[in-house]
């Protein structure tokens, strides 16, 4: 076995081993904590991919942003087991049936990638998913969407403040 072969199997463990906890625990902090587990081993996943680009992304983004606003959340709602809705058992079985049909199609899913593996052909360049390549693709190709986008971005950025900005005689309310 190869160092990559051994990394990807470790972090996939890693992933499914922190997936698992994220749904066991008990305290909604411990299934956070667990959820950026996750993210951070997806991101070696992209590594391995040779997408460096996403693999920093999704740390920056969701195991720091995100799982961040899932924390203030969390905090906020301040869950108690005495206040939390008791479930039906017809929601239990719905479920559960739910969760085993999820399971045979992702067991299709895995026979069918087994197959398709060995009819695509191997990727020729091993920079691929590159920073410097992603943004030559970017404007060069895809250059008036990039602009569009971005001007869309601007005009909500202003929009959310001339929202959030108060009028000069009216007082702040706390």
């Not at 992304?57 to 939390?84: C, H, K, P, Q, R």
């Not at 969760?99 to 899913?109: F, K, N, Q």
Request: net charge neutral; glycine share 6%.
């Amino acid at each position: 076995m190869s160092t990559t072969e051994i990394l990807f199997w470790f972090l996939s463990a890693l992933a499914l081993a922190g997936a698992t906890m994220v749904l066991i625990s008990k305290n909604p902090i411990h299934s956070i904590l667990w959820l950026i587990v996750v993210f951070f081993a997806i991101s070696g996943h992209y590594v391995l991919l040779n997408a460096q680009f996403l693999a920093i992304v999704n740390i920056i983004v969701y195991a720091g942003a995100i799982m961040v606003l899932f924390l203030f959340v969390v905090m906020l709602m301040n869950l108690n087991s005495d206040t939390e809705p008791q479930k039906n058992n017809w929601l239990k079985i719905a479920g559960a049936i739910s969760g085993g049909s999820l399971m045979l199609i992702m067991v299709d899913v895995v026979r069918s990638a087994a197959e398709l593996q060995n009819k695509t052909a191997m990727v020729k360049e091993g920079n691929i998913g590159l920073i410097k390549n992603l943004g030559k693709v970017l404007f060069t190709d895809y250059i008036v969407p990039f602009e569009i986008a971005s001007v869309l971005f601007l005009s909500a950025m202003v929009g959310a403040v001339v929202i959030g900005k108060k009028e000069s005689g009216e007082p702040a309310n706390m």
